[in-house]
């Protein structure tokens, strides 16, 4: 495989409509960036959607951990790039790095793909865990030998630790017993169903915020966040989110059906409290 095709990025102008009341990019639309970043890479990788739907697959998430040191603001001008490290097991990793950009650094001007590594600010860090699934069954399959020869090609270290849950809970999810600090019910919508026909992950992450009251979200910033994705969930369904506090920064949420007998998803989010001047 051609080197310069081992990583893949863009750049992006934060635009008012990216942003929150806060005028920083939302992490919904920043996960979206992602998606796009990915899409494009793939397709320069053979290994695009619309290839795998022509063997009767397609690409699901099986997690997202996010680290988020600064989140751009509006007009930042960011360098979104994205790459696969290598790969052991049935999973395919893709990372994904956001950094400040200025006007006078040439880096993906002339072409989106290079060996090059953006040194600007890092705005944001996230690796992803993707399962090949079987359109028909909906079950995973091996990954084939061509998923291995796209791993590995670049590599940076990773600036938080690898997980935010344990092995066991990797497996099983975070166990869930009293009653929750928050909960909120929500409604599928037409807009929340991606290619694959269930809800897109971001939204997953959206719900996860605004399961918490507002005073909350007006007076904090998420710092890290990690979804380990279950069962998908399909149009017109309700969901039911509940988040429970286990430190003063950390909490633990669990995305299930209404009756609570299905676990869509797992997940954990690090908020820090903003000081006064920084509060919307």
């Known amino acids: 495989m051609d080197a310069e095709k081992a990583k893949y990025g863009e750049r992006f102008r934060i635009y008012n409509h990216y942003t929150g009341a806060d005028r920083r990019l ?3 639309t920043l996960c979206d960036m992602f998606n796009d970043i990915a899409e494009l890479h793939t397709y320069q990788q053979n290994c695009n959607v619309d290839d795998l739907n022509k063997r009767g697959l ?17 007009e930042d001008k960011v360098i979104v790039e994205s790459w696969n490290p290598k790969m052991e097991g049935l999973l395919v990793p893709r990372i994904y790095k956001v950094s400040e950009v200025s006007e006078a650094q040439e880096l993906y001007t002339h072409s989106p793909n290079s060996k090059e590594v953006a040194q600007g600010r890092l705005y944001a860090f996230a690796i992803t865990d993707w399962m090949i ?16 020869e796209i791993t590995g090609l670049h590599d940076e270290p990773l600036p938080f630790t690898p997980s935010l849950f344990s092995r066991a809970e990797g497996k099983t999810g975070i166990a869930w017993e009293g009653e929750p600090l928050h909960q909120k019910v929500f409604q ?23 399961t918490h009251p507002m005073p909350f979200l007006q007076t904090h910033r998420l710092r890290e966040l990690e979804v380990l994705y279950a069962h998908e969930i399909k149009p017109e369904s309700e969901i039911r989110v509940e988040v429970r506090q286990e430190t003063d920064s ?31």
């Not at 699934?133 to 291995?148: A, D, T, V, W």
Request: aromatic share 14%; glycine share 2%; proline share 6%.
């Open 26 to 28: 939302e992490v919904k």
């Open 58 to 74: 397609t690409w699901m998430l099986r997690r997202i951990h996010l680290f988020i040191p600064c989140m751009p603001r509006w």
């Open 133 to 148: 699934i079987n359109l028909k069954s909906r079950r995973p399959e091996r990954p084939f030998p061509q998923m291995y």
């Open 188 to 210: 599928t919508r037409y807009a929340d169903i991606d290619f694959n026909q269930h809800v897109t992950q971001s939204v997953y992450i959206q719900w996860m915020q605004e």
């Open 250 to 280: 950390r909490y633990a949420y669990r995305i299930a059906s209404m009756d609570g007998t299905v676990s869509h998803a797992w997940g954990r989010c690090v908020w820090e409290a903003l000081a006064e001047r920084e509060s919307v």
